[in-house]
């Protein structure tokens, strides 16, 4: 499957942004999806994930409450829902079909792959 993401942007802290990823392929909605992140300077990180059937694993600490994953699978697309953003979400976010079992994602980096390039998010203070 190929994954585009979209939807970034610069936003003051506080505000939000709905991040998209589209997927192409007859077979993405039998993929459970994944957000990740990556700042400058660190290892990219989990953020959120949901099965193909639209069941969501616990969020990262550090977005829930916050963020929101959903999916629509008629549009081939998962959204990452992004509210009251902070300067430290600033990253480039990711997209990841995992490469489990359906129903088995967990989050970690390892276990997913078809990587999309990534859609910038900046948040000033």
């Known amino acids: 499957v190929q994954l585009q993401a979209s939807g970034g942007g610069l936003v003051q802290a506080g505000g939000s942004l709905r991040l998209a990823c589209a997927g192409s392929?007859?077979?993405?909605?039998?993929?459970?999806m994944g957000w990740f992140r990556q700042a400058p300077g660190k290892e990219r990180e989990f953020v959120a994930a949901?099965?193909?059937?639209?069941?969501?694993?616990p969020y990262a600490d550090s977005v829930k409450g916050r963020f929101t994953i959903s999916r629509d699978n008629a549009k081939n697309t998962v959204y990452l829902q992004m509210n009251s953003l902070r300067p430290e979400d600033t990253a480039v976010y990711y997209c990841?079909?995992?490469?489990?079992?359906?129903?088995?994602?967990?989050?970690?980096?390892?276990?997913?792959?078809?990587w999309g390039q990534g859609t910038q998010v900046t948040v000033s203070s």
């Open positions: 949901i099965t193909w059937r639209g069941v969501i694993i």
């Open positions: 990841a079909a995992s490469r489990r079992p359906n129903g088995s994602i967990r989050p970690l980096y390892e276990d997913f792959g078809s």
């Open positions: 392929g007859r077979t993405f909605n039998s993929y459970d």
